[in-house]
């Protein structure tokens, strides 16, 4: 490790060579040096006293108040990290994280459930997106959400410095949308788009990955509502009075544990862990997700008609909790595949947890919106540089360096879908007029 600063200015050329001033070229190596290096604290103060000795009001005008742009950086990153992992075996895993705070004037802290403490606390919350490849995350998008307390007060937006174009109320799904587009804008290759609960639940969220032409794999609650994939739209007999004039389903859509309480659960494996194979019991179904347009029908009120056909999976653990997942891979995919993409997503938690714990993501002590995310920008720099490191270990030394500079970069194949990897979701077939069934996955004994 005693070469590590060396190369870390070596790996960073790139980022450096986005800026704008030979000060901030300066500073933001002592930054990232002082997020990586030892110290319990990675505060700007405690690290202008390991790093740069006499320079605090520098380090800490760099991060909070220095005029220039994040963007350039933030595209230095996508492209570094899909350096490193990127491809079309990669995940792009979409969560949150928050950050514990006292106090009411940190940007966007509020009481908000806190994951990491198991309940409602005074945090900060940020959307984070984390590129994976096998059991590699690089973390390439930190974006603050804003509860209501704050977007309905506009005094206080414009004491914390949020800028005009995020100040409206914006849904997490929103947001991670919105980085979705930035990384897919840069290049950035993947092969699918993961998510817990808390944005599958999302029924516009899961069709605009669906509109991009994207596989994902999502969670859901127990209650989501399903119809079987052959479920018909037929014309309703009006006892009396006008005649119907919209079809509606010829099946009630129903839960999705209920959906799947009568089918086969298997045991399948989808990684090997340090204590041997990571193993569940699973059961999956080809559905329609009750997500489409809203319709009144008859005494039962109103319905949610038929959408895109995907896979309902449900997932048994040891401890007997249930988790119920939707997937848009292909039909014909199997148990293991299945299982395997919904788990790839745990990497985020091991990113988070880096993040905080060796990295100082939640040690920053500023109460602005901008300052608040270079930090985070920052602490993304330094994970992805570690990584490197990692990946460099792994192979010997013989990882291509990233300390190459955009000019120098392989060649990007020009159409989204090869970028993207090879695109899983299948177009909607027409509703079958067939007497409705269960597509059952077939698994070998």
């Given amino acids: 490790m005693a070469d590590w600063r060396d190369e870390l200015s070596q790996w960073l050329a790139p980022f450096l060579a986005r800026f704008g001033h030979k000060a901030r070229r300066r500073m933001c190596p002592l930054y990232v040096a002082g997020l990586i290096g030892p110290g319990d604290r990675k505060s700007v103060g405690p690290m202008a006293e390991r790093v740069a000795p006499g320079d605090y009001d520098q380090l800490h005008h760099f991060v909070s108040d220095g005029v220039w742009n994040a963007g350039p950086l933030e595209l230095e990153l996508a492209l570094q990290a899909d350096r490193l992992v990127g491809g079309a075996d990669a995940f792009l895993v979409i969560d949150d994280t928050t950050l514990p705070k006292k106090g009411t004037h940190s940007v966007g802290v509020a009481p908000q459930y806190a994951s990491a403490l198991g309940k409602t606390a005074n945090c900060q919350t940020l959307v984070s997106l984390t590129l994976a490849g096998g059991e590699v995350p690089v973390m390439v998008g930190l974006r603050l959400f804003l509860p209501e307390s704050w977007t309905n007060d506009a005094v206080r937006l414009e004491r914390a410095g949020v800028p005009l174009e995020y100040q409206a109320a914006r849904a997490k799904p929103e947001i991670a949308l919105a980085e979705l587009d930035r990384l897919i804008g840069a ?138 997942y939707l997937a848009n891979l292909p039909a014909d995919a199997d148990l293991k595949t299945l299982a395997a993409t919904i788990k790839a997503r745990w990497i985020c938690e091991q990113a988070h947890q880096q993040l905080k714990e060796e990295l100082g993501l939640d040690h920053f002590e500023g109460r602005s919106w901008q300052g608040l995310h270079r930090h985070a920008l920052m602490t993304m720099i330094a994970y992805a540089f570690l990584q490197h490191r990692r990946l460099a270990a792994a192979s010997g030394g013989k990882k291509e360096s990233s300390g190459a500079t955009q000019a120098d970069a392989p060649s990007r194949p020009k159409s989204r879908r090869s970028r993207l990897g090879p695109r899983a979701a299948l177009p909607m077939p027409p509703l079958q007029k067939a007497r409705p069934q269960k597509t059952r996955i077939k698994v070998p004994k």
């Avoid at 859901?220 to 479920?231: D, E, I």
């Avoid at 007999?237 to 009568?262: D, I, Q, T």
């Avoid at 029908?297 to 309902?312: R, Y």
């Fill in 187 to 324: 290049g950035v290759r993947f092969g699918a788009v993961l998510a817990d609960a808390g944005y599958g639940m999302s029924a516009p969220f899961r069709q605009a990955l669906s509109a991009r032409g994207l596989a994902w794999a999502v969670g859901v609650p127990r209650h989501q509502k399903v119809y079987l994939p052959g479920v018909e739209l037929v014309f309703p007999v009006a006892g009396r009075g006008r005649p119907r004039k919209r079809h509606v389903p010829n099946v009630l859509s129903v839960a999705a544990e209920e959906m799947l309480a009568n089918e086969k659960w298997r045991v399948a494996a989808w990684r090997k862990g340090t204590k041997g194979l990571l193993k569940a019991r699973f059961a999956a179904v080809r559905v329609r997700v009750a997500d489409g347009p809203p319709q009144r029908i008859g005494a039962k009120g109103m319905q949610h008609m038929p959408g895109e056909e995907v896979w309902l999976v449900g997932e048994r653990r040891t401890a007997g909790e249930r988790k119920y």
